[in-house]
């Protein structure tokens, strides 16, 4: 993805997003103005993100299939049209344990690690 200005409006699809295989079985296509950035995540079965936290507030959305959230040690079953809210520095984890999951995750501010 180039450079662009933060103030423009862009309008792009799926194909038009930055790449980036993220752990086995989990991929994202990325995109990012100056305070935000958009990571739609694609899960294959048995996809699976370990535990992690960033100083990044992490919000987003299910869009197909379900997967399970684990948030500060408490678990959840996020399913379609179910959003979710991940405070910065908290420890959190996601799998998608029996079927393809796609989720949009919105990350502020953008997380700098995943433009390269």
Known sequence: MTERNPTDAVVFGRDDLLPKALFE???TGLAW???LMLSLVRFEPGGDVPEHSHPHEQAGICLEGLFELIVAGRRYTVRPGQMYLVPPDTP????A???AC???DIFAPPR?????
Do not use: D, N
């Open 92 to 95: 959190h984890a996601a799998r």
């Open 33 to 35: 103005g100056e305070k």
């Open 102 to 104: 796609t989720t949009l």
């Open 25 to 27: 079985g989990v991929t």
């Open 97 to 99: 344990p029996g079927e």
């Open 112 to 116: 700098e690690e995943y433009k390269s």
